[in-house]
């Protein structure tokens, strides 16, 4: 089970780094063209399954199956709570790794038992099939009643929780197309009231000062410890790349050890401009302009120019000294999977598609007053 939470950290930059390159919200950038060659593939729609990234995902999220397996199958003899609660988050790992693979790649083999020598050339699935694994995984980890639960808002649960498999299993049941199931179960978490919107700055929400917010239903957890530091690219990515700016700032805490990729697209500005100006209490604590940068001294250094780069900079996941230990790769901040944002998005989209138009539009609406949108 500790090597299935190890994983869920180690693989968090390739699926999330995934999920923006497949999106036209980002260029991939860097310091010039071919500083990532993978990634800038995926950003182009060019890749092929030789993908480094690609292959790193599949590999990754088999691995957790595997690991997950091991404690469903050789360990017999749950007689324990501990050894309960266990087996419980290992139908929640193989569920979610499920997910993943029937949301990336559809017809990826379902594997719901240990293999033997002779079966690991398994044939195609379906992404039916996938999901209603991923599903009835989840199920039963939610129905063992061995997962733990939060007794307040506050509780720092570091654990998969009851509330966050009803997430995942909702989110699974949104993908299936089963909007009845889905918005029953995401429906629960918002009625357990063990989860809100994180009201402070909206810029600080993904940083280290935030670690446990209210907000977050399933995360890795970081563990601040130089015996135990696990190197992940997330934020590095997307942080400035020093060498090409004259750094002022006044901001001692924002960093400029980054590799400046994952710059936003105009396309990104122009769609927050036009739901919220650009005075946009979101949008200025998510993407940057260059005349912002320079009015907090940053300016661009004589003779750089910036690549993959239409002239607004990533500031929501800014990289912040505070945020790490030695260099940008050890982070402490945890990393976030699923956030209670999601699970309203999530139950809006359900509720709406179950004819349940009140509970949609009380769900989106508190996103967007958090936001500051009418």
Known sequence: ITACYNESGTMYEVIKGTDDLLSDDVWCGGS?????????????????????????????LYTMIYDANLVIHKFTDYDTPVKKRDLAEAYFFRGFAHFYLGAYFGTAPVVDKLLNDGEYNLGNSTREELYAQAINDLKTAVESGNLESKSNLTDKNVRVTREAAEAYLGKAYLFAGDYTNAAAQLNKVINSGLYKLNTGKYEDLLHAKNDYDPEFVFYYNTVVDYNNLVWNLYYLYRGFRGEFYKWNNTDKDLSNSGYGFFNPTKDLYDAFVKEEGTNGYRLNQTIKTESQLKDLGITLAPGKTLHGHEGYWNWKQRMLN????????FATVNYNWMRYAEVLLLAAEANLKSDNNAEALKDLNEVRRRARLP
């Open 32 to 60: 010039q063209r071919n500083d990532n060659a993978q990634r800038e593939d995926l950003g182009s729609y060019t890749f092929s399954s030789t993908n480094e990234v690609i292959q790193q995902m599949f590999e990754s």
């Open 322 to 329: 505070s945020d790490f230990i030695i260099f940008g790769g």
